[in-house]
């Protein structure tokens, strides 16, 4: 090499986090990679066994698919995967504050150089930008403005399609009456699935034998695997909802049938939440299923809402918000969840249909859909008063796409209002009414949701007005209370209604 030839850039590695495994995480196709299991991950805390099986096969998979290109390490923690490696080791930002010290340690040490994070529409420099001197981050404004910035469903002046940013209005029908199943009404076909394979059958071994050897301990079932581990299985799952789903999603996203726990929900989060999807590249696509006239503007509409406007919302207010979120608890909830609800173990125990049927959905698919997590178990959480900390704790191990930064802000602050009313103007509390109207669950349930004391009394709604009750004196100041505060006035039975809930305590309902 001659002395005004420029310096061979140094060789580098891109360590890639579980979370991290597109395409976009890497600068050239064929770049060299590091690929880590840490085993502490999973013997520190009880996760989901069908989410251990979804991240160990993600991460098998994208090793199989890199070849000689990847360094596959297993290991007890994730700095002695770095040892021996010659070449320099880069790695995005995580996407949790244990991993982001982590690699910031690591970094001070020289050990690895932290570039900037990857996988969500905004950076959050420009959500802090975006953020700073405004009173409060509405997610209306937010969703907005991402919108504009990405040119997302607008017209050639710049203008929300149709006319109207939110069609909430038409998403938030119930479900259709005398159908078991979204198809008998609609046709809508069921999720792409996908085939599990050898990688798959190694990994549900190695869970078998962590359990046997008391190693490792799980809660919930890991059945076949329905969702993607890799990005070819990503697109297909897309491509699948764009074609024969996206259409049929908008009308009832909000409902809850007991015989259909996927309706025409996506099911992409576990791919997007692993990073084999980008956000963008979603929004894109169902846009253009609008233009090409396939899928209808509200569902469309709300299912963009979904992608680049909640879920990035989400990602912003948990870093911006800090770590003392975390401990936020502004309805004084401080009240262990029960073994039957942490556990996943209603039968048997659990007469509540709804909740009965929410948790063992859990236990099964280590997913359901938003509402059942926020308007049944968040409802029933909030009204109990359970710790919002360790609820998003459970949240977060329990749901195959629950990571901390998912379920933080979800939890803490839309489903449990911990934070006094930073996400949410008020509590998402409601009784067995809501329910009711949104679902099929209550017509084969052992209570009544019109029913507030006695036998029949459905635990949702004496809950709610017993919740309602508890936190009084922290809510009174809040205008979009006051129509439910004063119905407390209005209810003779309210003290007989506080008993027995009182009485209820842990007990499941």
Not at 64 to 89: F, M, N, V
Not at 168 to 187: K, Y
Request: glycine share 8%; with cysteine; net charge negative.
């Amino acid at each position: 090499m001659t002395d005004d030839e420029p310096a061979a850039a140094p060789v580098s590695r891109r360590w890639l986090f579980a979370d991290q495994l597109g395409p976009h995480f890497l600068d050239v196709p064929d770049q060299l990679v590091l690929l880590v299991e840490s085993r502490a991950v999973f013997r520190r805390r009880r996760f989901h066994r069908a989410k251990a099986h979804l991240i160990l096969s993600a991460l098998r998979h994208r090793a199989r698919e890199l070849g000689d290109a990847a360094i596959h390490r297993t290991t007890e923690t994730y700095r002695e995967a770095l040892d021996g490696i010659d070449e320099r080791i880069t790695v995005c930002d995580p996407t949790s504050r244990p991993a982001r010290d982590l690699v910031r340690r690591l970094e001070t040490e020289g050990l690895v150089d932290v570039l900037p994070e990857r996988g969500f529409v905004l950076p959050q420099s420009q959500f802090e930008r975006w953020a700073h001197g405004r009173r409060r981050l509405l997610l209306e404004d937010f969703y907005r403005d991402v919108r504009r910035l990405h040119d997302l469903l607008l017209d050639e002046n710049g203008e929300p399609v149709g006319g109207r940013w939110n069609y909430d209005q038409e998403n938030r029908q119930p479900p259709p009456r005398r159908v078991r199943r979204l198809a008998d009404a609609t046709g809508v076909p069921d999720p792409w699935w996908p085939d599990e394979d050898d990688l798959d059958a190694e990994v549900r071994d190695e869970l078998d034998r962590w359990q046997r050897d008391h190693d490792v301990e799980f809660v919930g079932e890991d059945g076949p695997r329905r969702y993607a581990v890799t990005r070819a299985e990503a697109v297909t799952a897309l491509e699948w909802f764009v074609e024969h789903r996206l259409d049929g999603f908008g009308p009832h996203e909000d409902a809850m049938l007991e015989q259909d726990r996927w309706l025409s929900h996506s099911v992409l989060s576990p791919a997007i939440n692993l990073g084999l999807l980008h956000p963008l590249e979603i929004a894109q696509r169902v846009v253009r299923a609008h233009t090409e006239g396939t899928a209808r503007l509200s569902s469309v509409e709300g299912f963009l809402r979904q992608v680049v406007g909640w879920r990035e919302y989400v990602w912003h207010v948990y870093w911006h918000t800090g770590e003392e979120y975390r401990q936020a608890s502004a309805l004084g909830a401080h009240d262990p969840l029960p073994r039957w609800f942490a556990e996943l173990d209603p039968d048997g125990e659990v007469g509540a249909n709804c909740l009965a049927h929410v948790l063992r959905a859990v236990r099964e698919d280590g997913w359901t859909h938003h509402i059942q997590r926020l308007m049944v178990l968040g409802n029933w959480a909030l009204q109990r008063g359970y710790d919002p900390a360790e609820l998003s704790d459970w949240f977060q191990r329990s749901f195959v796409d629950g990571y901390d930064w998912v379920m933080l802000p979800n939890v803490v602050g839309m489903s449990q209002h911990a934070d006094g009313g930073f996400m949410a103007t008020k509590p998402y509390a409601g009784g067995g009414a809501y329910i009711n109207r949104m679902s099929d669950y209550c017509g084969g349930c052992a209570y009544d949701p019109k029913v507030r004391v006695g036998e029949r009394a459905c635990p949702f709604t004496a809950g709610y007005w017993a919740f309602l009750a508890r936190v009084r004196p922290r809510l009174e100041g809040n205008p979009r209370m006051a129509q439910a505060l004063r119905g407390l006035d209005r209810l003779a039975d309210l003290d007989a209604v506080i008993d027995q809930e009182r009485a209820r305590g842990t007990a499941a309902p």
